[in-house]
T-cell receptor
Framework: DAGVIQSPRHEVTEMGQEVTLRCKPI?????LFWYRQTMMRGLELLIY????????DSGMPEDRFSAKMPNASFSTLKIQPSEPRDSAVYFC???????????FGDGTRLSIL | AQSVAQPEDQVNVAEGNPLTVKCTYS??????LFWYVQYPNRGLQFLLK????DNLVKGSYGFEAEFNKSQTSFHLKKPSALVSDSALYFC????????????WGAGTKLIIKP
């Protein structure tokens, strides 16, 4: 398996810019998750999809954040406009079914200046 | 409220000694329990899970965990620690009726000294 693939691995941009994070889940997995990890807040679930449909976006911090999954092999997390407090590592994970473990990508380290 | 606690921010163990990383939980119903490991600049990797059955679960890299329902604990163990086991360890729990959201512990940094 190629694993969950995230891009870019690092992103540095200025406050106010639009940021788009990308994720390719493992083929055959029907759940996709977006997480954010910070020292202060730990690991937070932002949103998850089942069969490309958003199920729970209650973790999305603000309207500046949006996520899409146009097909089974691709998802994006967009921040517009970005703010310094959005700086974090963002992870995408996928799983097959509801009792199988989640497989994580290596994350995008986002720095907003 | 549903929660997971990892009471130790850091655990230090000498190489070759047994290690334990603690996890306790509070959920309604029978929990699904998971352990993950995170190495620097990497995503979380699945180690093992408990859904039902034998209370002692064996996982990757020689790790095991024991589910204790009366103590609501799911401690991670290894009989003989390796320096390469040094990493950040996360416990997670899902209640059967939680709409699939995992509740994550804060993580425990494990340091194995040669």
């Amino acid at each position: 398996d190629a694993g969950v693939i995230q891009s870019p691995r690092h992103e540095v941009t200025e406050m106010g810019q639009e940021v788009t994070l990308r994720c390719k889940p493992i083929s055959g997995h029907d759940y996709l998750f977006w997480y954010r990890q910070t020292m202060m807040r730990g690991l937070e679930l932002l949103i998850y999809f089942n069969n490309n449909v958003p199920i729970d976006d209650s973790g999305m911090p603000e309207d500046r954040f949006s996520a899409k999954m146009p097909n089974a092999s691709f998802s994006t997390l967009k921040i517009q406009p970005s703010e310094p407090r959005d700086s974090a590592v963002y992870f995408c994970a996928s799983s097959q079914g509801t009792t199988q473990p989640q497989h994580f990508g290596d994350g995008t380290r986002l720095s907003i200046l | 409220a549903q929660s997971v606690a990892q009471p130790e921010d850091q655990v230090n163990v000498a190489e070759g000694n047994p290690l334990t990383v603690k996890c306790t939980y509070s959920v309604s119903g029978n929990p699904y329990l998971f352990w993950y490991v995170q190495y620097p600049n990497r995503g979380l990797q699945f180690l093992l899970k408990y859904i039902t059955g034998d209370n002692l679960v064996k996982g990757s890299y020689g790790f095991e965990a024991e589910f204790n329902k009366s103590q609501t604990s799911f401690h991670l163990k290894k009989p003989s620690a390796l320096v390469s086991d040094s990493a950040l360890y996360f416990c997670a729990v899902r209640a059967p009726d939680s709409n699939y959201q995992l509740i994550w512990g804060a993580g425990t940094k494990l340091i194995i000294k040669p």
